[in-house]
């Protein structure tokens, strides 16, 4: 059974800041990762998704990595803005059998950003 | 221009009744899922339909029951609710299985 794991659960910082959120996942047959955001009482954002054959992808100020071996994926944000308050989820999608495409969501990084 | 929509974005209903969530999207994907996000904010999918075809049904009382008249709608409908319904639902859609999901805005139910 797939176990993702997000590490920290909550990560204060001043504006400006370069920070790294990590997710982990116990069964590395995927096939890819998609990293959202969830606004308070809002719906979920996606922002990038890795495909299992990929090492990383890049959007903007953030930059995602992954290491499918380890089980492993970081999500980095570079230059940290308020705006970027919010909570970052991880979500891995299974690589066939009959549950083929689910995503399985790790518990979330609460991100708040000072001025 | 709303991609995944939802409504209503509200339902506050007592125990035993049955109520309805619906779910459109306008992405012309064919795959949709609903989620449910809880107290603790854990997101847990709940079904997936492909083509109106029913592809993913996780541990999940009978009281629900998805239905997808068309590609572009997911209902859920909800009998005999309890205490322990009350959550966030998402609905979400995808082009494919393995391809980026789309979530639409939320319905928060309460049960009283």
């Known amino acids: 059974k797939q176990e993702v794991t997000q590490i920290p659960a909550a990560l204060s910082v001043p504006e400006g800041e370069n920070l790294v959120l990590n997710c982990s996942f116990t069964d590395s047959a995927i096939y890819n990762l998609q990293w959202f955001r969830q606004d308070p009482g809002k719906g979920l954002t996606s922002l990038l998704l890795?495909?299992?054959?990929?090492r990383e992808q890049t959007s903007g100020r953030l930059n995602a990595s992954l290491d499918k071996s380890s089980g492993r994926s970081t999500l980095y944000i570079a230059a940290s803005q308020p705006g970027d308050s919010a909570t970052y989820l991880c979500a891995v999608r299974r690589a066939g059998g009959t549950s083929y495409g689910k995503l399985t969501f790790g518990q979330g990084t609460i991100l708040t950003v000072h001025p | 221009d709303t991609a995944v929509s939802q409504t209503p974005k509200y339902l506050v209903t007592q125990m035993g009744n049955d109520k309805s969530i619906k779910c459109e999207q306008n992405?012309?994907?064919?795959?949709m899922y609903w989620y449910k996000q809880d107290s603790k904010k854990f997101l847990k999918i709940m079904f997936s339909y492909n083509n109106k075809e029913l592809i993913i049904n996780e541990t999940v009382p009978n009281r629900f029951s998805p239905k997808s008249p068309d590609k572009a709608h997911l209902n859920l409908h909800i009998n005999s609710l309890e205490l322990g319904d009350s959550a966030v639902y998402f609905c979400a859609s995808s082009q494919g299985y393995g391809s980026e999901q789309y979530f639409g805005p939320g319905t928060r139910l309460t049960v009283t």
């Open positions: 992405l012309g994907h064919d795959t």
């Open positions: 890795i495909q299992s054959s990929q």
